[in-house]
């Protein structure tokens, strides 16, 4: 079974279901696994694409719940399981990122319940996240007005994500990004809707950066080769 689903103007496909034996830092997606999407893809779309269409690839991983010595990951649970010990610790594994806060609350419930926290009322159920709001065309919600009004909001770095030039200067003011990956890959994700265009914008990003961090020109020279190292396995 495949997904695809549209995002920012893209198309993302997959996921592979690949068992791993070790747990790299940085996975990445196996010529056989790009091969499988692709012509499994094909197999469906009117546009047939190949190699030439793909503009960003990338891999993770996620853990699940191990059965037996006989199961294969598709048939293994892809919900969390909670588990308490006999000393009082509580482990969780499985889950997703997705599902955090219900964990999280889980948690708590058992912690509660088996006497190790003293009861309290939830108050993340109805929590807002920071920048809560409700125009869902902005992802910097409540915040959209004090990043333009930042220098460089009609500066686009990369037009695939729409970063601008106050959108990195914003991810570093208060966004905590101190590193051009953090700017590319994850306060925007220019890396995974245009590999090649975030490698094209990390010279301008670094220099930025380096303004707002008062960096020397060093500093900027190894932000750039070490981006550019990391996302070139981005691209096919």
Wanted: charged share 20%.
């Amino acid at each position: 079974m495949l997904f695809v689903v549209p995002w920012h103007g893209q198309t993302i496909i997959g996921t592979t279901d690949t068992a791993r034996p070790d747990v790299p830092l940085d996975p990445r997606a196996s010529d056989a696994e790009i091969d499988f999407i692709l012509a499994s893809a094909a197999e469906y779309l009117t546009h047939k694409p190949t190699r030439d269409d793909v503009l960003s690839v990338w891999a993770g991983l996620r853990p699940l719940v191990k059965g037996d010595a006989g199961s294969s990951t598709k048939s293994l649970s892809r919900e969390h399981t909670i588990e308490l010990s006999p000393t009082g610790m509580i482990t969780v594994t499985g889950g997703k990122w997705t599902t955090y806060r219900l964990m999280a609350q889980q948690v708590i419930d058992l912690a509660i319940e088996k006497r190790l926290l003293s009861a309290a009322p939830c108050r993340t159920t109805t929590l807002p996240l920071h920048g809560a709001t409700s125009d869902a065309q902005n992802y910097y919600g409540a915040d959209a007005q004090a990043v333009e009004q930042l220098p460089g909001a009609s500066n686009v770095l990369v037009e695939a994500s729409g970063l601008t030039e106050a959108q990195t200067r914003f991810a570093v003011r208060a966004e905590m990004a101190r590193s051009v990956e953090d700017v590319l890959a994850r306060r925007n994700r220019a890396l995974f809707l245009d590999a090649a265009q975030a490698r094209r914008a990390v010279p301008e990003v670094a220099r930025i950066m380096a303004e707002e961090l008062d960096q020397p020109e060093h500093w900027q020279h190894a932000q750039c080769e070490g981006f550019d190292a990391f996302a070139r396995a981005w691209s096919l």
